[in-house]
């Protein structure tokens, strides 16, 4: 089966339009085609894009959701709370309602979600570029074993014919000894 004919079958098969999608899917068919590779590593080619603002929101999103970060902030706070209750009877900076600890929390509560978020949307841009690259390697696998089940189809039907030719001769030679013996 030549790779024109190939081609045209696998276009039929995905039922190819004029449309993006079908666009994304001609070029996977060129890469069977040309035997061409289409893995990459999405991580090497995302290197030094990054802004500093988006190398920074990826460093807090990533200290804010650690661990690390929860056991100094417990700290932080049960330090505020004997600081200001116990140690300081007096004259405390922030007495028992702790006002002022509250006004510092939601500055970094408010400062902290933008940023974190910023994250998230940068990480769901990676997370569907890989996506997309996934589907079309998986397109271009799946293409290949289908042209892999066509060329075995094709040998079992030559070894079916060459099979059935060896059969008939042989018959005819049966035949022809019956002939000769009686």
């Known amino acids: ?5 190939l081609l045209q079958t696998l276009e039929h098969k995905l039922g190819l339009k004029n449309d993006p999608a079908s666009e994304r899917k001609r070029r996977i068919l ?11 590593d999405l991580s090497q080619e995302e290197g030094g894009k990054d802004t500093f603002g988006e190398w920074l929101a990826d460093k807090v999103a990533e200290f804010g959701g650690s661990w690390t970060f ?12 004997i600081l200001n ?3 300081l009877l007096t004259n405390a900076v922030d007495p028992y309602p702790f006002i002022f600890l509250n006004l510092l929390l939601s500055m970094l509560a408010a400062l902290q979600a933008p940023i974190i978020m910023m ?3 940068r990480q769901s841009t990676k997370d569907r570029l890989t996506a997309q690259h996934d589907y079309e390697v998986n397109l271009k696998a799946e293409l290949e074993i289908m042209a892999l089940h066509e060329k075995v189809d094709l040998m079992r039907s030559d070894q079916l014919c060459q099979i059935l ?3 008939d001769e042989q018959i005819k030679l ?9």
């Open 1 to 5: 089966m030549n790779t024109h004919h």
């Open 30 to 40: 060129k890469h069977v085609a040309e035997r061409t590779v289409v893995t990459r």
């Open 70 to 81: 929860i056991m100094i902030f417990m700290g932080f706070l049960f330090s505020w709370a």
């Open 85 to 87: 209750t116990i140690i």
């Open 119 to 121: 994250s998230q949307n």
């Open 165 to 167: 030719a060896k059969h």
């Open 174 to 182: 049966l035949t022809d000894l019956v002939k000769a013996k009686g």
